[in-house]
């Protein structure tokens, strides 16, 4: 069992960046594949950016490609740099971890999952 605890959301303006982290239980560097996915009100849940196990492969969502980054250190932690924000960024960011070795898209691939943390771009 793997338990995620992500952090650094918060209320910020278009245009300001943000760090989120997650801390896992447990080392997940070279063992878990790990994702950020999103879920704004009323919405379904969305993947953002996944990063293999040795963070070797990096999978980005279109609608933030140039802006946000994924990436992990070699113990236990993941982050996702959010920059350039925009309202529409606005939504719960969630971190899991899988099984698997390579990053997917779907959220159906991924068996651990944080909270998640609130991200409100308004100006």
């Known amino acids: 069992q793997v338990q995620l605890v992500e952090s650094g959301g918060g209320l910020v303006r278009p245009g300001d960046s943000l760090t989120l982290s997650c801390a896992a239980s447990t080392r997940t560097f070279g063992i878990y594949a790990m994702g950020w996915f999103r879920q704004a009100p009323g919405k379904e849940r969305d993947f953002v950016a996944g990063?293999?196990?040795?963070?070797?492969?990096t999978l980005n969502a279109d609608s933030v490609k140039g802006r946000f980054g994924i990436s992990r250190d070699y113990a236990n932690m993941l982050y996702l740099q959010l920059d350039n924000l925009k309202p529409e960024d606005t939504a719960v960011y969630f971190c899991?971890?899988?099984?698997?070795?390579?990053?997917?898209?779907?959220?159906?691939?991924?068996?651990?999952w944080g909270q998640g943390t609130q991200v409100t771009v308004s100006s």
């Open positions: 899991a971890a899988s099984r698997t070795t390579a990053p997917g898209s779907d959220s159906a691939e991924y068996d651990y």
């Open positions: 990063i293999s196990e040795n963070g070797g492969i």
